[in-house]
């Protein structure tokens, strides 16, 4: 059934562009799809106008367009935006930009939602007192490259709104393990808490030393998920909505993604800028 006030939301922080399009009044998906990409730029509109036309809505009938800000892949944020821009500039379209991160930390809860549920149907002793969400700390990691991953440290509040521990950050593997564990103990979490990341991409093969090295009690803190190792673009929309919802939307000419750090391009850059170069 076509929407009265649709959304549309993607991401394109991984080599996988996410695309959704969702009621802005009810929250229900109305379309999706996930196709890995060598190039967001080749891909990203066709990818757009397909679900679009799934969820029987052209462009200009969009109410509201919620975008994944980073951090991730520098060229695939920037041609991410672009289009986000591109679709609300000329057509006054109000623009949500949302923490690719905190995308894959829903994407996390939910996971492990799933699996908490499934295993309390066959065995209904088996919730612990850490098995609700909001006892839980979701560290939500993308490999950065440069032997860096993005992390950040999230609680579910409930299943689209997370509150930030730890700001999003670019850190070397044994950094970030440290720092989550630092986070955890500075806002008074118990050792029975578990951090939770995604495990389907190599981000889990390069914490697995910083982790071995761990103390025993701190090594169980660590548990992997088995989310999809990208950001949702359902979990985009859903944030967006009530980001515009409450007027707290992004100016379209003025946004700019979450990058953490200078991009090999801007640093080759100033290399050649400097004095004696």
Known sequence: MKSKK?????????NTATVSVLDMETESVLAHKDAPVRTHGKALATLILETLEMAETAPMDLTGVGCGAGPGSFTGIRIGLATAKGICLPNN????????????????AEDYQATV???????????????????????????????EVFISLVRMINPFNPQ????????????AVHAIIQAAEACDLIFESAFRADSKIKVQRILEDPIA?????????????????????????????????????????TAQPIYLRPSDAEKNFKVNLSPGS
Not at 6 to 14: F, I
Not at 232 to 249: Q, T, Y
Request: glycine share 2%; charged share 25%.
């Open 213 to 253: 090295s761990l103390s025993a009690e701190k090594k169980e803190l660590f548990v992997f998920t088995e989310a999809e190792p990208w950001p949702s673009s359902v979990a985009i929309g859903k944030m967006a909505i009530r980001k515009i919802k409450a007027g707290k939307n992004d100016d379209p000419a």
């Open 164 to 175: 930030k521990i730890l700001p999003p950050q670019a850190l070397a593997p044994s950094d």
């Open 117 to 147: 549920t499934e295993s309390s149907k066959t065995n209904p002793h088996c919730l612990r007192s850490d098995s609700r969400l909001e006892s839980n700390l979701i560290s939500p990691c993308l490999d950065a490259r440069r032997g």
């Open 6 to 14: 649709p959304l549309l939301a993607l991401d394109t922080a991984t």
């Open 93 to 108: 379209i109000p623009l949500a930009m949302i923490s690719s991160l905190d995308a894959l930390a829903c994407r996390i």
